[in-house]
């Protein structure tokens, strides 16, 4: 009994590793980890945003600052806990690179308002004039005649 031939013109075993189904696997992962990151952000955070009936629905783009602020007085620059000093060194430095950046503070609504207010002081005075507070849409406001 013989061997086949190959396409190589011998009766020699072809050793080849076929690598596009690894290619496949590694951009269905590479998909999948994109997808997913987008909402990881604050992922650790349960807080109760205030309603209002004015909220403008502007999305987050990847250049903005997020400061959260907790019931319990934690504050978070960008999903990492920090103190007031540490928060006001991180938006001197980003300030330093570019001012145009938008401050989006979000405030539980249990946070005392002393606390938010410091917070957009601290950014204002970081040099940020383009801040906003992150509220949720009141429906039942806006479904009222």
């Known amino acids: 009994m013989q061997a086949p031939k190959n396409g190589y013109g011998g009766n020699t075993v072809m050793a080849e590793i076929n690598i596009i189904p690894l290619v496949d ?3 269905v992962l590479l998909i999948i980890f994109m997808v997913t990151t987008a909402f990881v952000k604050e992922a650790g955070l349960n807080m ?3 309603k209002a009936a004015t909220t403008e629905a502007a999305p987050e783009k990847q250049r903005d600052i997020s400061i959260a602020l907790t019931p319990d007085g934690k504050l978070y620059v960008d999903a990492k806990e920090m103190s007031v000093a540490k928060m006001r060194e991180v938006l001197r ?3 330093a690179k570019s001012t145009d950046d938008r401050v989006i503070v ?3 609504q249990g946070v005392r308002y002393g606390r938010v ?3 957009i002081d601290e950014a204002k005075q970081a040099g940020f004039s383009h801040i906003a507070l992150a509220t949720v849409p009141d429906l ?3 479904q009222t005649p």
Request: aromatic residues 0%; positive net charge.
């Open 25 to 27: 696997i590694s951009l």
């Open 140 to 142: 039942e406001a806006l």
């Open 106 to 108: 979000k405030g539980d």
């Open 117 to 119: 207010v410091q917070v």
């Open 93 to 95: 430095a980003r300030a």
């Open 48 to 50: 109760k945003l205030p």
